[in-house]
Nanobody, 121 residues
Framework: QVQLVESGGGLVQPGGSLRLSCAAS????????MRWYRQAPGKGRELVAS???????NYAEFVKGRFTISRDNAKKTVYLQMNSLKPEDTAVYYC???????????????WGQGTQVTVSS
């Protein structure tokens, strides 16, 4: 069974920083793209950033220049460094990855349980 577990959320003041981590575990053959999404109260889930298996990145306009996505393939972990945080960044942040389990022939999309980020003074 494949699992994604996020960590690193919390309460931070405006202008502060947080680093989120998401570790994949289980019977994994390979991991393709990894992504961070977020969902604010009363809003839909939106893509924040993505990174391919070779490190190519993409960002939503609202986080460009402030957030950085990275990954450690050996640790099967993706990170989201969030700087210059704003109150509107408050949301539950979810990790998503395209994972090929051992014994399977097709990648499956997997989600973490989410971690709360609150930006408030």
């Amino acid at each position: 069974q494949v699992q994604l577990v996020e960590s690193g959320g919390g309460l931070v003041q405006p202008g502060g920083s947080l680093r989120l981590s998401c570790a994949a575990s289980g019977s994994i053959s390979s991991i393709n793209a990894m992504r961070w999404y977020r969902q604010a109260p009363g809003k839909g889930r939106e893509l924040v950033a993505s990174i391919t298996s070779v490190g190519s990145t993409n960002y939503a306009e609202f986080v460009k220049g402030r957030f950085t996505i990275s990954r450690d393939n050996a640790k099967k972990t993706v990170y989201l460094q969030m700087n210059s945080l704003k109150p509107e960044d408050t949301a539950v942040y979810y990790c998503n990855a395209d994972i090929l389990p051992y014994g399977r022939w097709k990648y499956v999309g997997c989600w973490g349980q989410g971690t709360q980020v609150t930006v408030s003074s």
